[in-house]
């Protein structure tokens, strides 16, 4: 019954989304499709799955009911559109939509928005522990007994900033290579990352007249980790931070907009033109220029244990697919692009209890997978207990607010009107601040002309989350603020900015005052956001063990590495971290599988 056409088969699923009677007899979505379809319209004659990619499930889906962007054209709302989603890459409807189970909307790992979505089961999940997975002895016996089911030379483990960047720069350095991701989407934190990518003394500083030096970026990020950052893994960071900007805009990358985060000297935090989110884009490029390379990505894929021969040196990884299993695949270097563990709460709160029951504003997979699989290989782990959380989680929603809204000009006060603390300094100062205001929370206040300074506000307001009102005081009274004392901050703000000096808390940069058209409010709170402890690497990325020796053949980049953030990130020298680091783990593995 492969005749039904596209028209059809999108009305039925459209009449599904808003329960239509007709849909009442179905328990899911294999049930509603089996009224007029049979099972090989979703499935493989064999009725076997294509593979952990899901790539021929995911392909009917979208020869029937059309991409995202249609769909998404089909389902909008008032505020929020799952379907319009902010993810990168090419989302696979079976991301949230199950067949012959309840489906889970994977955007509520996250936020806490009321999707209605037909055949929708409560958000779950239990991802079984590297250690726990340990008890598949016989599974992982028999599969390691095999022979491998594929061979490269660089496997690259986590698809997020670090990832992508190994990938890109292993086969431009010639070798072949395989990304794996346990998640069904990519991007890892990168995608959610809104703010901007510190870099010193760029092209795009120098035609804005931003005079900025390597030293000083070093200087600034010594002092935000309490200078307890590896002065030679900083010196990598900063001294290859604008070359990691002139490459992604090799490859396509817009940069051209550069503000400034908390705990910088200057404006060096570059993204997208008009203030578009960085991280997103960052990887919808770094995808795009994997797709081209057609480097192998495989979806739903786990790595377990690295693999060793007699001699110490890497020979290859185990991994364990969702749909097909344990394997093993063959390879002379593997690099760990995992990320953090700041989505483990119980993880967090064992190293920093005063972090326990934090939200995190983390993707669902960071769990700190990385980090065991490292450890059982032989690698250190270093600066654990540092941990960071942001300080702008909006309280509706669970919606990560960008630095950059304030660090364009947005201000913070509690529910007393007032204003407690410099909005750019350092975010563990800042998130400190916040806790100690009444509710433990604050609100980030902003006018018109931060809105069309910074792109990224108007998904804010579209989702909702950022009310609005032509008067300070009727704003500040709908939200439980004092609106007389937060008119006369504002007020007084303003002055400061005239004066330009903030006699107050010393923010040192004051771009606007708060004067233009409507003003909106976004409540926010601190949650859980950064980890900068690791793995520990050397300045060529190379993974190292207790004894300060390096694993050979294993290499690590991003958030799963410790050392080159210290005790505190600052805004902005996340994406330059990733990519750096990235690339310099993906041609340092891609020429270590080339020696004899």
């Known amino acids: 019954m492969r005749n039904i056409t596209k028209v059809a088969c999108l009305a ?9 009677p007709h849909v009442g007899a179905a328990d899911n979505l294999a049930d509603f499709h089996n009224q007029n379809m049979e099972c090989d319209t979703c499935h ?17 889906c979208v020869s029937c009911h059309g991409s995202m962007d249609e769909i ?82 660089v496997v690259i483990v986590g698809s997020g900033g670090a990832g992508f960047s190994a990938a890109v720069s292993a086969h431009d350095a010639g070798a072949s290579v395989i990304l794996i991701e346990k ?64 490459w992604l805009t090799s490859l396509g990358a817009d940069l051209n907009d550069v503000g400034r985060m908390g705990g910088a000297s200057v404006n060096r935090s570059h ?51 969702k ?30 209890p005063k972090l326990k029951g934090f939200i ?12 065991d699989v ?69 609100f980030l206040i902003f006018d018109d002309s931060v809105r069309k300074s910074l792109s990224k506000i108007n998904k804010y307001i579209g989702l909702g989350v950022a009310p609005t009102d032509a008067s300070l005081e009727k704003l500040g009274q709908s939200l439980g603020i004092d609106g007389k004392a937060l008119a006369k901050t504002v007020a007084h703000y303003n002055q400061l900015v005239a004066g330009g000096k903030d006699t107050d808390f010393e923010r040192p940069n004051l771009p606007r005052a708060l004067n233009e058209g409507q003003y909106y409010a976004i409540e926010v709170t601190p949650g859980v956001h950064h980890t900068m402890g690791g793995v520990k690497i050397d300045s060529k990325a190379e993974i190292m063990n207790a004894k300060g020796l390096v694993i050979p053949g294993l290499y690590g980049a991003g958030e799963v590495t410790g050392g080159v953030h210290g005790a505190n990130r600052l805004g902005g020298n996340a994406i330059s971290d990733i990519v750096t680091f990235g690339r310099l783990a993906g041609a340092n593995a891609a020429k270590y599988s080339k020696q004899d």
């Not at 931003?210 to 001294?239: C, F, Q, W, Y």
């Not at 919808?284 to 021969?309: C, S, W």
């Not at 995190?360 to 980090?371: S, V």
């Not at 959380?389 to 304030?406: D, I």
């Open 44 to 60: 493989l004659a064999s009725g076997e799955l294509s593979n952990d990619n899901l790539s021929h499930e995911n392909e009917q």
């Open 271 to 321: 993204r997208p033109t008009g203030g578009a989110g960085v991280g997103a884009h960052v990887i919808q490029v770094l995808y795009d220029n994997a797709i081209a390379r057609k480097i192998d990505l495989r979806m739903n894929t786990r790595g377990i244990e690295i693999l060793k021969d007699k001699a110490g040196k890497v020979r290859g990884i185990l991994v364990k697919g």
């Open 183 to 246: 998640e069904p989407v990519i991007g890892g934190n990168a995608k959610l990352a809104a703010g901007g990518m510190n870099a010193a003394w760029t092209d795009q500083q120098k035609a804005k007249g931003i005079e900025d030096s390597a030293e000083l970026m070093a200087k600034d990020t010594m002092k935000g980790g309490r200078d307890l950052n590896d002065p030679a893994l900083v010196e990598v960071l900063v001294g290859k931070s604008k070359s990691s900007v002139d």
């Open 374 to 442: 490292a450890q059982n290989a032989g690698a250190e782990l270093i600066d654990l207990k540092y941990i960071q959380a942001h300080p702008t989680l909006s309280v509706k929603g669970g919606v990560m607010v960008t630095e950059a809204v304030r660090g364009n000009g947005a201000i913070l006060v509690n529910r007393e009107g007032k204003r407690f603390v410099n909005e750019i300094t350092t975010r563990d100062k800042a998130a400190a601040a916040i806790l100690k205001q009444t509710g433990g929370t604050a």
């Open 360 to 371: 995190a504003t983390n993707h669902p997979g960071a769990t700190g997978d990385g980090l």
């Open 12 to 20: 039925s699923f459209i009449g599904s989304m808003f329960m239509l």
């Open 323 to 352: 749909y097909t299993g344990y394997y093993w695949i063959k390879a002379d270097a593997v690099i760990l692009a995992t990320g953090g563990f700041g989505k483990n709460n119980d993880r967090v709160a064992k190293l920093d």
């Open 72 to 153: 998404a054209a089909e389902t909008k709302r008032d505020h929020y559109n799952a379907h319009d989603s902010h993810f990168p890459g090419d989302i696979a409807c079976t991301s949230c939509h199950s067949g012959h189970e309840k489906s889970m909307v994977y955007c509520d790992s996250c936020h806490s928005f009321e999707f209605d979505m037909p055949y929708r089961g409560q958000w779950q999940r239990h991802e079984p522990s590297i250690a726990e997975l340990e008890k598949d002895a016989a599974e992982r016996e028999k599969a390691l007994k095999a022979k491998p089911q594929a061979e490269t030379d």
